[in-house]
């Protein structure tokens, strides 16, 4: 083995495919580059190989170096190259460079072909170090429950206060918006029904074989009955499959867009200190030049919600419920101060960015839809606790209701003699589809309701921090991320 694969060392070796790891010895090779692991890093359902390793060139005698790199192996689903990451990515900051310097990694070399489907490809650290930043999972974790114990060094133990981790999720939604996306946009002429609407963020999972066909199949009917809630509503699976509310058109406002925010795709700068103005975006794969701009503020939102449900008493989530429908005037006072700071401080800067446009009641249209359509993605994995489920189903049949209530459409009436299926909280349907998603681990002042960033140079706070961090590595991959704290 030493012989066949001169440019690796061993263990790297054993941890790649013998395809992948041929090609990358021989390319190694020719360009006098050797790799040394140093840690692989989890990648949740997807089985392709992602690692951090040190890469040593050799090529100028004069001057070798030695780098710590991100290698990933990535994959395409179908025969269009230009639907991997790694071509994304590379949209993405030639369309934003600027944005894409302070924000995203950088790919380095040209990505190394194994197959017509795969490729070997090798991404700079984030703030040079992985030490330097930590995902937002680990930051809400040690803010939920500072007291568990971790077994790290005390020097790089973290103290996550409510106020730092709202303020991080806000920083990343006003940069995503605002320095990403930039101004908001609506295509000339452009018009979507909402079967079209919830395609872009459900994509082919209402499909056959997906990860929510078997909630599809199990929800057929036009009105659906869920616990707590005095009467039926709109069934937000018709909705997406174009049978409710069909004749309803939206004109989206569209842009550059992550695809798949969430704090396992964020990494915020915690060394020497926290600064939540210093923040980094992993795993392009669904980033797209027109993507509905409401959609990756809302999945952050509904992702955090997800990982801390165990920590919001049942009594609060109809509340919760309420203040995502209506963050200005709902009752935060009924919920966790720190995630009513979040639901308002998101909702303030979205709002802040949409206002001097006036597209503000597009906006929020299209909000609940994206609540509707974000909710059913949690229906569809098995990290989402299944006692949560039921939860989120009656989040997207209330964010239907609220999207037709302001468009001034009775559902009922739309719908004709449609027998409302009867769904019990505490049983909702489970996938018919087995999934192979990992599990994962499972307060009334309010945020103003101006936007918290200071004009660009200004002096942001910094937060000292005693360091705290959680066992073992991160990177995105579409949503499928174990933790391990």
Same mark, same amino acid.
């Given at each position: ?279 980094? !975006? %992993? *795993?392009?794969? =669904?980033?797209?030049?027109? +993507? &509905?701009?409401?959609?990756? @503020?809302?999945? /952050?939102?509904?992702? #955090? ?14 509340? !919760? %419920? *309420?203040?995502? =429908?209506?963050?200005?005037? +709902? &009752?935060?006072?009924?919920? @966790?101060?720190? /995630?009513?700071?979040? #639901? ?14 006036? !597209? ?126």
């Amino acid at each position: 083995m030493t012989e066949l694969y001169r440019g690796l060392d061993p263990e790297l070796c054993r941890g790649l495919d013998r395809e992948v790891a041929e090609v990358l010895a021989a390319w190694a090779e020719l360009h006098r580059r050797h790799y040394v692991l140093d840690r692989w890093l989890v990648n949740g359902r997807s089985r392709q190989a992602v690692a951090v390793v040190s890469e040593t060139d050799t090529r100028d005698a004069r001057n070798p170096r030695t780098t710590m790199l991100v290698l990933k192996v990535l994959s395409s689903p179908s025969d269009s190259v230009q639907t991997i990451e790694y071509a994304r990515h590379h949209q993405a900051e030639s369309e934003r460079p600027d944005f894409a310097r302070r924000h995203l990694s950088t790919f380095v070399h040209d990505a190394v072909p194994v197959s017509a489907r795969q490729w070997i490809t090798f991404q700079r650290i984030a703030a040079n170090n992985l030490e330097n930043t930590e995902v937002l999972t680990v930051l809400l974790r040690r803010m939920l429950h500072p007291e568990e114990l971790v077994d790290t060094p005390k020097h790089r133990e973290i103290v996550c206060r409510p106020e730092t981790f709202v303020d991080a999720c806000r920083s990343i939604v006003a940069g995503v918006l605002g320095d990403w996306a930039g101004a908001p946009f609506i295509p000339p002429a452009a018009g979507w029904d909402l079967k079209m609407f919830f395609g872009w963020h459900l994509f082919d999972q209402l499909e056959p074989g997906g990860r929510l066909a078997g909630w599809a199949s199990d929800h057929d009917t036009e009105l659906i009955r869920v616990e707590g809630e005095p009467g039926p509503l709109p069934n937000p699976f018709s909705v997406a499959r174009g049978r409710v509310l069909a004749d309803a058109r939206i004109r989206p406002v569209v842009g550059r867009s992550h695809g798949d925010l969430h704090t396992d795709n964020a990494l915020v700068r915690v060394r020497p200190r926290v600064d939540t103005d210093d923040w980094f !975006l %992993i *795993d392009t794969a =669904l980033y797209d030049s027109v +993507g &509905p701009l409401t959609r990756d @503020p809302v999945h /952050l939102l509904l992702y #955090v919600i997800a990982r801390s449900m165990g920590d919001i008493a049942p009594s609060q989530q109809g509340a !919760l %419920i *309420d203040l995502l =429908l209506d963050p200005i005037d +709902g &009752p935060g006072h009924l919920v @966790p101060t720190w /995630l009513a700071d979040l #639901v308002r401080g998101v909702n303030a800067e979205s709002g802040a960015w949409v206002e001097r446009s006036g !597209l503000a009641h597009l906006w929020r249209e299209q909000t609940y839809l994206s609540l509707a359509a974000c909710a059913m993605l949690f229906l569809g994995r098995t990290s989402t606790r299944d006692q949560d489920k039921s939860w989120f189903l009656r989040l997207a049949a209330r964010a239907v209701a609220r999207f037709a209530a302001e468009r001034g459409v009775s559902v009922e009436g739309a719908i004709g003699d449609s027998s409302p299926q009867v769904v019990q909280a505490a049983n909702a349907a489970k996938p018919a589809v087995p999934q192979s998603d990992p599990e994962v681990e499972s307060e009334p002042s309010a945020r103003e309701k101006k936007p918290r960033r200071q004009a660009r140079g200004a002096e942001q706070p910094k937060y000292a921090v005693k360091i705290r961090e959680s066992r073992g590595g991160q990177i995105g991959d579409g949503n499928h991320q174990i933790n391990k704290f």
